[in-house]
């Protein structure tokens, strides 16, 4: 097989000249295909069935043990100009970088399959979408790819009538860390990684294309391509509001992206719509507002801590067509994490018989799970609306144990984006290093942007101009802690009450109070009708530390050195606004119930 576009063709030859596979395989897509690479790699080893009562056409695969997450400190963007790459990328230059991957490409395909994926991220006919073809050697990353991008013969299509697409070259190699790259080629749009077969590494689709290279491809084009999930807001109303919210991994995206209502909101008719829980990509349309998609067409999502209790919604598609990676399972196979329930798993993610006296964890800290978004509960049509969803609020988040209240709102697009470039969160399992650091992550895109962070944050302000209408932004931090580490806010369903407040100041319909870090609600402000928090508890979420900000401010200040000469004066110029704020305010600004009736909706 082969496709009706030359430089397809020939840019496929080429792969294959230098590395030597037995076949090819081009990627149709089709089910007949997709339980025949499933039947391989099952006679392989490479998949294991799970129970086929409790999670049919559910599979296991076990990563090597060296090879079980991103590798931030061998992941390279490559321009020509080392500026341009920026301190928040590993740089080499292009030349150099080819030389050094091709030469493990050499012949590594040998006694193996290479599959030819052509894919869209996004809806197949939208505008908005992106094609590319991933060349890889892994019939895994084939399975995974299958589940989130549209793969297969539309996608091919498409790229033949459009004549351009992203090159991405994967093959798992040995394995060996030493030998172990994955490298982006923004003026080329093209991917290269070698030696790993971590989905975050392997599936060209997902972070590399959708992030890196899509970031870059969105400065030339006027577009975002953001680290974001997508949840739609459903009021009694029947009115729908989108919403975009970023966090570092493994801090709750895919939960809040499929966020069950409390009791008392559900009976009053509150809903909530997935679009997307990972990478979202906003473009200005016709009527000025921004118009987002989400490129991907299923979850990879961190399974540890997923629950009945967490994320109903995510525990109820995985028990059907679901892949799994790196969990533990039961002695009657069914897939296990810790977080999931009170068994005792009967063999641990290496397949080793677990022993709970050991204290090691039985499923990998950062296992995941593979499945299409179709099987999610709260899975809406929308997410394949080739216009994309209308974008109310943009929210920046993460882990922080002290200072960040609840929710902050900004007092406009400049202090927005200043509040997404100096976010600052907990390092997690889903990046080598580490746990448990505070870092700065902006917009949570620092292991993903594809270019220099002062020229991205340029590039979000130069949406504030005459014809868009842009969201408001918000910070959120569902994570403050008191000072025996208790969490302060219960978060999961009741993240709602903030989110309905959120919209609620995107329409004009609640109250807030200025700050010098921004507009917070007072108490009265959220709706916390049936909710058992301790008043205490509630100052706290929403008080402003002047003191503490203050230090912020500074540390906001050297963060920002750390990207110059091309800080944006904007940027800087609302940095020194929030430090002369501050500077005027002294000791705590606690929350006050408010003395006037809210005209926020109530669920009740």
């Known amino acids: 097989m082969s ?33 025949e690479l499933t039947r391989q790699m099952l006679d392989s ?23 079980v997450a991103r590798v931030e400190h061998l992941t390279f ?46 809806p197949i006919d939208s505008p908005l ?9 892994s019939a895994y990353v084939v399975a995974n790819m299958r589940k989130m991008t549209r793969m297969g013969a539309p996608a091919l299509a498409r790229i033949e009538r459009e004549g351009h697409f992203v090159k991405g070259l994967h093959s798992t190699g040995e394995l060996d860390p030493e030998r172990r790259y994955i490298m982006h080629f923004p003026h080329e749009l093209t991917i290269k990684s070698y030696g790993s077969g971590y989905g975050g590494n392997a599936l060209l689709g997902k ?104 994320n109903r919604n995510a525990l109820a598609m995985l028990d ?50 593979t499945v299409s978004m179709h099987n999610c509960p709260s899975y809406t049509d929308e997410a394949e609306n080739p216009a994309g969803v209308p974008i109310s609020a943009i929210v920046f988040g993460g882990r922080r144990r002290h200072l960040a209240p609840l929710v902050v709102e900004a007092c406009d697009w400049t202090h927005g984006v200043l509040i997404g470039a100096s976010m ?36 979000w302000l130069s949406f504030d101009r005459p014809g868009v209408t842009l969201p408001k932004i918000f910070q959120v931090n569902w994570f403050r802690r008191d000072d025996d580490g208790r969490f302060l806010w219960p978060g999961f369903g009741e993240n709602l009450r903030v989110l309905e407040w959120i919209i609620a100041r995107c ?18 402000d959220l709706n916390l009708d049936g909710l058992d928090l301790d008043a205490a508890d509630l100052q706290a979420l929403l008080a402003v530390d002047a003191d503490g900000w203050r230090e912020e401010a500074e540390a906001i200040a050297r963060h920002l050195d750390g990207f110059q000469p091309r800080v944006p004066p904007a940027l800087l110029h609302e940095r020194e606004r929030l430090a002369q704020a501050l500077a005027a305010s002294t000791g705590t600004v606690a929350a006050e119930p408010t003395t006037t009736p809210t005209t926020a909706p109530s669920p009740a």
């Open 77 to 122: 963007v490559c321009t020509p100009q080392r500026e341009d790459a920026g301190p928040n990328n590993h740089w080499l230059e292009p030349a150099q970088a080819h030389a050094r991957i091709d030469a493990l490409f050499a012949g590594c395909m040998r006694g193996r399959t290479l599959y030819v994926v052509p894919y869209c991220m996004g």
């Open 320 to 369: 059907r067509d679901a892949l799994f990676t790196n969990v533990a399972v039961t002695g009657d196979n069914q897939p296990w994490w810790e977080g999931l329930d009170d068994r005792v798993p009967a063999l641990d993610w290496q397949g080793r018989p677990y022993d709970r006296a050991s204290g090691t964890p039985a499923a990998h800290p950062n296992s995941r799970f």
């Open 424 to 459: 600052a969160s907990e390092t997690t399992a889903a990046a080598t290093g580490k746990v448990g650091v505070v870092r700065r992550d902006p917009m949570a895109m620092k292991p993903f942007c594809g270019y220099h962070f002062g020229d991205y944050w340029a590039h």
């Open 207 to 310: 972070k590399c294309h959708a992030l890196r290279i899509a970031s870059w491809q969105a400065r030339q084009e006027g577009w975002l391509a953001e680290h974001m999930l997508i949840v739609g807001i459903q009021n009694p109303q029947g009115d729908i509001h989108y919403i975009a919210a970023a966090f570092p991994s493994a801090c709750g995206k895919t939960n809040l992206a499929m966020l069950i209502p409390p009791e008392s909101y559900r009976q009053a008719g509150w809903k909530v719509w997935t679009v997307g829980d990972d990478i979202c990509w906003m473009q200005p349309g016709a009527d000025g507002r921004l118009w987002a998609i989400n490129p991907e067409a299923g979850f990879f999502g961190v399974a540890p801590g997923t629950s009945q209790g967490t």
């Open 45 to 67: 080893g490479e998949l294991i069935a799970l129970n086929p009562d409790s999670h049919p056409d559910c599979h296991l695969h076990r990563s090597d043990p060296d090879d």
């Open 129 to 137: 979408a992106r094609c590319g073809v991933e060349i890889t050697d």
């Open 507 to 524: 329409r004009g319909q609640a109250g807030a109070r200025d700050t010098a870090i921004g507009r917070l609600p007072d108490q009265d």
């Open 3 to 35: 496709s009706s576009l030359p430089a397809l063709d020939q840019w496929v030859a080429e792969v294959a000249r230098l590395t030597s596979p037995d076949r090819i395989h081009w990627c149709d897509g089709s089910d007949a295909e997709a339980r």
